[in-house]
């Protein structure tokens, strides 16, 4: 388990008012070096980066594993057990290694990353999580050169979660990336949010998180990371090939087969706040438009 | 005793807004009350739908005709439930912005197929009052047999927008399998005859 001593929780309230702070100090210079631009559309990139509350983050979910309703993972997931936990990192490596919860926490300082994510179903969060980026934790391994890809797997355990026993999913869940996707610093091994812990349902002990792609592409409790040759087939792309691909990036000009991903409603909002326009790469395109260049993301979904 | 029947029908059909005021007067639909408030009303649609195809059977099994005087009521009762469904799509959700909703009605059959359900209703709206019916005499029921195919549009179009859980719209299905299948049986039973 990841120890925080008392003092570096911070009260939601305090961690508010710290951010609107630091944010009406950055609004004032930018408003200032901006007032000569006309048309900058300021109230909706504040809304935008407004961080979600704790409450909608952590009873708001969509974790299969614990149940398919969104209500569902906060209410089945809180006698989980993430203690004693192992992950290991295998497959087309040099040497796989075994790595417990309580080593990578002494191995790895988390630090505050404040990301959108957006959900394929089209609503969006803003969660500070805490975390590290995997590509330090895959540095730990020597991957041989047949690796092009990078496997996680969920842990499978229908004892303690409900949603395994039915088949809505091919369990354990399944995720991917490509080794450079896996490499990018914004890639990121969540240990918690909002200077907590992370809670259960939002897949303690340990989950990865990649803000550009759709939130389905971020697996929850990891125990193995796996180097391939081949692009494994993720959990989703087995319910549904036409529907899920691969890659999964963000992309407003894309739409699922089933609705439009033009737009997102922002939770916690309210009733009457309109869809705000979904960004490309979820507005992390200066970072990661590079790794897609030459690529047709049409087909590559 | 029985001419308070109709009245107390209309208020209990009322029970989806009473529902819904209470959620939002007490703040109580969650994260994404949007989502839910089209939910709620996509729901009570069918749930309408399949009451009004219920009165015919229930007339069968019970014979008595009492049922049949809140068919139509019921049958308008969907009619406002859907209509305020796809309103809440068009004006809460998509603030009347055409253009992706035009885009969306034409791209994505679960939102067609419910579009032309809706759609479909319309006539029998209108052609609900007693004066319509003796202005149509034969050709009333053959436009109301149009229930048939909108049951069966509202059931796919939940079938349809569903992710990978099929359990709530399966159930609408089957009920929605054996009250048509109750007419079939009623028509042969009278062909017979």
Known sequence: ?301 | MRRYYKTLVFFLSLWPLYVISYQIIFNQLGPEPVDRIINHFGEWTLIFILLTLSMTPLKKITKSVEWIKFRRMLGLFTFFYASIHMLSYVGLDYRFDFEPLINDVLKKKFIFIGFSAWLLLIPLAITSSERMVRLLKQNWKKIHRLIYIIGIFGVLHYIWLSKTIFFKPLIFLILLIILLLFRIKITKSVSKI
């Open chain 1, 1 to 301: 388990m990841i120890k925080f001593k008392n003092s570096e929780i911070t009260p939601e309230n305090i961690y508010k008012k710290r951010r609107s702070f630091i944010k009406s100090i950055g609004l004032s210079a930018s408003t200032l070096a901006m007032s000569a631009i006309p048309f900058v559309n300021k109230s909706l990139a504040s809304e935008r980066d407004k961080l979600t509350s704790y409450k909608d983050i952590t009873t708001y979910n969509n974790y299969y594993e614990f149940g398919t309703s969104k209500s569902d993972p906060h209410k089945n997931s809180q006698i989980f057990k993430t203690t004693p936990w192992d992950i290991t990192i295998e497959g087309e490596v040099e040497k796989p290694i075994k790595l417990s919860i309580e080593e990578i926490s002494e191995m790895f300082i988390s630090e505050e990353r404040i990301y959108r994510l957006r959900c394929v179903e089209g609503w969006s969060m803003v969660i500070p999580w805490m975390g590290f980026s995997l590509s330090k934790l895959l540095s730990k391994v020597n991957p041989t050169n047949k690796a092009k890809f990078v496997e996680f797997e969920s842990v499978y355990d229908p004892a303690q979660m409900k949603g395994q026993r039915y088949p809505v999913l091919n369990w354990p869940y399944n995720e991917g990336l490509r080794i450079d996707e896996a490499m990018h610093p914004l890639t990121t091994v969540v240990t918690g949010l909002y200077g907590k812990k992370l809670p259960n349902q939002n897949g303690a002990p340990l989950r990865i998180f990649i803000p550009w792609k759709y939130g389905f592409k971020s697996a929850k409790a990891i125990v193995k990371i796996k180097f391939v040759e081949n692009m494994p087939t993720s959990s989703w792309m087995w319910a549904s090939p036409r529907e899920y691909g691969f890659y999964s990036n963000v992309n407003p000009n894309v739409d699922h087969p089933r609705w439009s991903q033009a737009t997102e409603r922002i939770i916690g909002e309210g009733v009457w706040a309109p869809r705000v326009k979904t960004l490309m790469f979820n507005g992390y395109g200066d970072e990661v438009a590079s790794l897609y260049s030459g690529m047709d993301l049409k087909k590559n979904y």
